[in-house]
């Protein structure tokens, strides 16, 4: 079997007396997405330059496409693409020529103009970069980091910034990227880019893991979280809220909202409270838990 396209083992990133991260361990599987989820200073970016080879780690090891990304860095960086959150790129050249300098440092580049039109901007290619407007700057990003048809694309908060339509068709791009085979390890804010695109989620939470696994791993082991009932007006619901320990409430006549961590057993027992009620039941429904507040729960102590 090949080996992953990121393995990362207990790595550590110090800066002086912080720690950033604090044993991180993570495989990216080749032609798959990771999306790297946390709170402002989680360590996602401190990672992220480790696996780059911008940086050694402190402790623990990072393998990249079989390669050590910081004594290898020469073999690896033809075959990466890497979007950094901030461009990174001489502000007095315009568009197209940034795209067609880093166009030439590949040996099979994709078509310039191409790419240009993909991310629209085509009529940004004579518009020097520090002209751009930061979404615009995103897009060019993340062209740059495509070109050299990598093999493995590292991008830092890639749709930061970016309009709807813009993030929409970064979406697409990535998702193109998978069905090519390439693999791709991002960090966002975005749950629902997460939700979306990823094939596997990495939350972290003030250096180290909180959480991992496909999005619908995440979200069905943190289950329902509300049942609504549509019945009779007027029932006892005190009775039922201390038959399912969970928060009970009729929000409009005849409406029941049952609101907690419900497993099988306790939408079964509530359902069995409206008949044996003798209550007539004409609607049910649940909500399940999202990916945003499986993260919101795990990083709750980052807003301390
Ligand atoms: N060069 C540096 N010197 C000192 N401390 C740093 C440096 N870079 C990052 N840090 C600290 O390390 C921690 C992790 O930062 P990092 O940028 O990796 O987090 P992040 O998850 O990428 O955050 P964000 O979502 O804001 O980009 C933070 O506390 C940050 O202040």
Same mark, same amino acid.
């Given at each position: 079997?090949?080996?992953?396209?990121?393995?990362?083992?207990?790595?550590?990133?110090? %800066?002086?007396?912080?720690?950033?991260?604090?044993?991180?361990?993570?495989?990216?599987?080749?032609?798959?997405?990771?999306?790297?989820? !946390?709170?402002? !200073?989680?360590?996602?970016?401190?990672?992220?330059?480790?696996?780059? +080879?911008?940086?050694?780690?402190?402790?623990?090891?990072?393998?990249?496409?079989?390669?050590?990304?910081?004594?290898?860095?020469?073999?690896?960086?033809?075959?990466?693409?890497?979007?950094?959150?901030?461009?990174?790129? %001489?502000?007095?050249?315009?568009?197209?020529?940034?795209?067609?300098?880093?166009?030439?440092?590949?040996?099979?580049?994709?078509?310039?103009?191409?790419?240009?039109?993909?991310?629209?901007?085509?009529?940004?290619?004579?518009?020097?970069?520090?002209?751009?407007? +930061? +979404?615009?700057?995103?897009?060019?990003?993340?062209?740059?980091?495509?070109?050299?048809?990598?093999?493995?694309?590292?991008?830092?908060?890639?749709?930061?910034?970016?309009?709807?339509?813009?993030?929409?068709?970064?979406?697409?791009?990535?998702?193109?990227?998978?069905?090519?085979?390439?693999?791709?390890?991002?960090?966002?804010?975005?749950?629902?880019?997460?939700?979306?695109?990823?094939?596997?989620?990495?939350?972290?939470?003030?250096?180290?893991?909180?959480?991992?696994?496909?999005?619908?791993?995440?979200?069905?082991?943190?289950?329902?979280?509300?049942?609504?009932?549509?019945?009779?007006?007027?029932?006892?619901?005190?009775?039922?809220?201390?038959?399912?320990?969970?928060?009970?409430?009729?929000?409009?006549?005849?409406? %029941?909202?049952?609101?907690?961590?419900?497993?099988?057993?306790?939408?079964?027992?509530?359902? +069995?409270?409206?008949?044996?009620?003798?209550?007539?039941?004409?609607?049910?429904?649940?909500?399940?838990?999202?990916?945003?507040?499986? %993260?919101?729960?795990?990083?709750?102590?980052?807003?301390?």
């Amino acid at each position: 079997m090949r080996e992953a396209a990121v393995e990362v083992q207990d790595v550590v990133v110090r %800066y002086g007396g912080v720690v950033a991260v604090d044993g991180v361990s993570l495989t990216v599987p080749r032609g798959s997405i990771l999306a790297l989820l !946390g709170n402002n !200073g989680a360590g996602k970016t401190s990672l992220l330059q480790v696996c780059e +080879g911008f940086r050694g780690p402190d402790a623990g090891s990072a393998r990249v496409l079989g390669l050590d990304p910081v004594a290898d860095h020469d073999e690896l960086m033809p075959r990466l693409g890497i979007m950094l959150q901030s461009g990174g790129v %001489y502000p007095w050249a315009t568009a197209g020529e940034i795209l067609r300098l880093f166009a030439s440092f590949a040996a099979n580049p994709l078509d310039t103009d191409m790419l240009l039109d993909r991310l629209g901007l085509r009529k940004f290619a004579k518009t020097t970069f520090r002209r751009l407007s +930061g +979404g615009e700057q995103q897009r060019l990003s993340l062209a740059l980091a495509l070109v050299g048809r990598p093999e493995l694309v590292f991008l830092d908060e890639p749709t930061a910034g970016m309009d709807v339509g813009a993030r929409q068709t970064t979406w697409e791009l990535v998702e193109n990227l998978r069905a090519d085979g390439v693999s791709v390890l991002l960090t966002t804010h975005l749950l629902d880019e997460a939700e979306s695109l990823a094939d596997h989620v990495v939350i972290m939470d003030g250096g180290v893991v909180a959480a991992t696994g496909t999005p619908a791993e995440l979200t069905a082991a943190a289950g329902i979280d509300l049942l609504r009932v549509r019945a009779d007006a007027g029932l006892a619901v005190a009775d039922l809220a201390a038959r399912v320990c969970a928060k009970v409430t009729e929000s409009s006549p005849g409406e %029941y909202e049952i609101a907690g961590a419900l497993d099988t057993a306790a939408i079964a027992a509530a359902l +069995g409270w409206f008949a044996a009620e003798g209550a007539q039941v004409t609607a049910v429904d649940t909500r399940r838990r999202t990916l945003e507040d499986v %993260y919101l729960a795990l990083t709750a102590g980052a807003a301390r």
